[in-house]
């Protein structure tokens, strides 16, 4: 067994310092040692997205990291990017635009979905399909969660009603 390594993360802004082995991923960490259960596991091989989290402000997909990459990192997940009475602009989309069924894909498709909106606040369809591509549902078809992403663009841009265009 290796020898355990000492990390320190800010996690939703909180400081954490752990031991952990040099081979635990980063979404396992979260999860396992944090309680951070939002960040899901869905095919531990990077192809689905539903790890997604932000690390050090962009989007990341939690189960091709190890924990000690993260190491001095500030990394924000599900449960930080909004809360229960204020939730973020992406997370109300979602809710209005019907951008999801069984939730599974939500907490990464929500995570790179504001990834995209930090780094493109109004972008057009084509480039919130292409920001999604590494982030996979098998059950809406996407259509309403590209809706959800234009209802948060129009949101964060101030224009009221927020609606997405059909």
């Not at 944090?34 to 095919?43: D, S």
């Not at 990017?81 to 973020?88: F, P, R």
């Not at 109004?122 to 234009?150: D, F, K, W």
Request: hydrophobic share 35%; net charge negative.
């Amino acid at each position: 067994m290796a020898e355990k390594v000492q990390i320190k993360v800010v996690v939703n802004g909180v400081e954490h310092h752990s031991e952990v082995e040099p081979r635990l991923l980063l979404v396992h960490y979260l999860r396992e040692t944090l309680g951070l259960t939002g960040t899901h596991v869905g095919c531990d091989t990077s192809q689905c997205g539903a790890c997604t989290v932000h690390l050090d402000g962009q989007a990341v997909k939690s189960c091709t990291l190890f924990a000690v990459q993260a190491d001095g990192s500030s990394i924000t997940t599900i449960e930080g990017l909004g809360s229960v009475d204020s939730l973020h602009p992406v997370q109300e989309g979602f809710w209005e635009m019907h951008g999801l069924q069984c939730g599974f894909c939500t907490p990464g498709m929500i995570m790179a979905a504001a990834d995209l909106l930090n780094r493109n606040p109004q972008p057009s369809e084509e480039e919130i399909r292409h920001a999604l591509e590494g982030n996979l549902c098998r059950c809406t078809g996407y259509h309403n969660i590209v809706r959800a992403v234009q209802y948060a663009a129009n949101k964060m841009a101030g224009k009221v009603g927020a609606a997405a265009d059909d």
